[in-house]
């Protein structure tokens, strides 16, 4: 059973809780996030020359640390990345894999390379 608060105390609590998510908590977790994102061939890429050799032409970079955002669900912050608009991959990125390189298995595990959770488990000082 969900509770749901009456019209006392409850309700401004949650609604500081909200402002704390979307003005403050959101902004900072998902600049983190970014900061802390490979981005292959770049900021915090541990690609090998294999792989970069690999990469098309128009390869565009950042697709995985440009998809990540946040947003307010039911009083919950959610702070997600995907990859791209055609496939997810964030947590493949986020928690190690079999790297598969354009459609080429490269035949080696890619070590975990932690984004997310590390942009949520900082400490943060209230001002």
């Known amino acids: 059973m ?3 608060p009456s019209d006392g105390w409850e309700v401004g609590v949650l609604a500081c809780t909200d402002r704390l998510f979307v003005q403050r908590l959101g902004p900072e977790i998902t600049a983190d996030a970014k900061r802390y994102c490979p981005v ?4 915090n890429s541990t690609a090998t020359d294999v792989s970069l050799a690999a990469m098309p032409d128009d390869y565009e970079p950042g697709a995985l640390r440009d998809s990540i955002e ?10 997600r990345a995907s990859g791209s608009s055609d496939r997810s991959y964030a947590y493949f990125v986020e928690t190690g894999h079999n ?14 390379q932690p984004f997310l959770r590390p942009s949520l488990y900082q400490v943060r000082l209230g001002a």
């Open 2 to 4: 969900r509770y749901v």
């Open 40 to 43: 292959f061939g770049g900021q």
């Open 99 to 112: 790297v598969v390189a354009w459609g080429y298995v490269m035949g080696y595990k890619k070590p975990a």
């Open 70 to 79: 946040f947003y307010l669900r039911i009083h919950t912050l959610i702070v």
